[in-house]
């Protein structure tokens, strides 16, 4: 339990003899997450998504998208690295943890 106090607010529901190791973030912590991105992040994200901008190869540039929504490709690129960060930042450490259990 004292391991799990790093990641906030944990829960356990049950333990039986078939306990396997789930990581999961709480509810909480995903609407902490999903509250803290900006309205306008998130528009950046939903257009970045739906364009094909994380598509190998890309199907769209970032100074397309920034034109399709009338800012700065640097604006553009602040907007989605701001985000990124956000979604990795609060991943990663379960990530990291599900490494390890395997």
């Keep these: 339990m ?3 106090d790093e990641f ?7 333990i039986t003899e078939d306990f396997r190791r789930e990581v999961m973030p709480s509810r909480a912590e995903w609407q902490e997450l999903l ?5 306008r992040q998130r528009e950046f994200l939903n ?8 598509e190998i ?5 970032l100074e397309d998208l920034a034109d399709e929504m009338d800012i700065t ?3 553009a690129s ?3 690295r701001k985000a990124e960060r956000k979604l990795i930042q609060f991943l990663l450490p379960y ?8």
Excluded: C, D, M
């Excluded at 190869?57 to 540039?61: D, E, K, L």
């Design 57 to 61: 190869p890309r199907q769209v540039t």
């Design 35 to 39: 509250s803290s991105i900006p309205p």
């Design 95 to 102: 990530i990291n943890l599900a490494a390890k259990a395997e």
């Design 8 to 14: 906030g607010n944990v829960t356990v529901e049950r």
């Design 47 to 54: 257009a970045a998504a739906e364009r094909g901008y994380f």
């Design 73 to 75: 490709k640097t604006t």
């Design 2 to 4: 004292e391991f799990l």
């Design 78 to 80: 602040n907007h989605l």
